[in-house]
């Protein structure tokens, strides 16, 4: 497995960015996949975006496309979400998640065979 820490959660207003981090602890040479993934208190963990290592094609949810960027640089090992236009359903627990398989849909939970711990994003005037 490859360990995977986020990073950049906080408050913000409606209508406000923040940026997400994702640093993993060695290469992501191995990767296929990663991707961006949330959890609101009583809901099912949701996909927001994913980027192919090889390759860079992205994907994301109806929810946060055009609102949300994911990118991903391979030299630092890290994985970004820039987030802007947040609005109070975008609150939520974050978590990156690396596929080593390659297998599944972007979105599922199953795709993806490392986690990191999450970070709290909260929007709220």
């Known amino acids: 497995e490859l360990p995977l820490v986020e990073s950049g959660g906080g408050s913000v207003q409606p209508g406000g960015s923040l940026s997400l981090s994702c640093a993993a602890s060695g290469t992501t040479n191995s990767i296929y996949r990663l991707g961006w993934f949330r959890q609101a208190p009583g809901k099912e963990r949701e996909g927001l975006a994913a980027?192919?290592?090889?390759?860079?094609?992205?994907f994301y949810a109806n929810s946060v496309q055009g609102r949300f960027t994911i990118s991903h640089d391979t030299a630092k090992n890290t994985l970004f979400l820039q987030m802007s236009s947040l609005k109070p359903e975008d609150t939520a627990m974050y978590y990156c998640?690396?596929?080593?398989?390659?297998?599944?849909?972007?979105?599922?939970?199953?795709?993806?065979?490392?986690w990191g711990q999450g970070t709290q994003v909260t929007v709220s005037s």
């Open positions: 980027v192919l290592t090889r390759g860079r094609t992205t």
């Open positions: 998640a690396a596929d080593s398989v390659y297998t599944g849909l972007w979105y599922e939970n199953r795709s993806y065979d490392t």
